[in-house]
């Protein structure tokens, strides 16, 4: 997992903001939704995607969009714009609570724990695969004389 936390002073020590907060809704102790908060500056943000707010629903039951509306509304003080882009999954949940929504994105949840043996894997692999060709083309057949 990244360092957040380092990765939060690299981005300062450059002159940039990039923050991510995490928060958990939870309704008698039992998770019902995690909400991320990305803070960055207008110059690392292209699509707002990096300075919203996620929300990514767990147990919709007994959740209604009102306490997610008031969650929003305390997490505004993050960002200083008056408008706030919200990405809230799964859909289901906007359709059910009659969320008006612009677009729809597919969520993409990448764990990197592994990312290393895979390309090490794989560059064994292209590696073993590559010098096994080279090989061949340098075999030059010897004609009888």
């Known amino acids: ?3 957040n936390d380092n990765l939060s002073k690299e981005y300062h020590r450059l002159g940039f903001k990039r923050e991510r907060i995490l928060f958990s809704l939870k309704k008698n102790d039992i998770p019902k939704a995690v909400i991320m908060v990305n803070v960055s500056d207008i110059g690392l943000n292209m699509s707002n995607l990096t300075n919203c707010i996620h ?3 767990l147990d919709a ?5 009102n306490t997610i509306y008031i969650c929003l509304s ?9 408008e706030i882009p919200v990405l809230l999954y799964p859909i289901s949940y ?3 609570q009659f969320v008006p929504y ?10 990197m724990q592994y990312t290393d043996l895979y390309f090490k894997y ?14 061949i083309l340098q075999f030059t057949p010897q004609m009888p004389t």
């Open 1 to 3: 997992m990244i360092d």
């Open 55 to 57: 929300v990514i629903i």
């Open 61 to 65: 039951k007994d959740l209604p969009i």
């Open 74 to 82: 305390m997490l505004s003080k993050y960002y200083e714009q008056d």
């Open 94 to 96: 906007a359709q059910s």
């Open 102 to 111: 612009k677009k729809t994105y597919d969520l993409w949840i990448l764990n």
């Open 122 to 135: 794989m560059d064994n692999l292209f590696h073993h695969s590559h010098h096994e060709k080279i090989q």
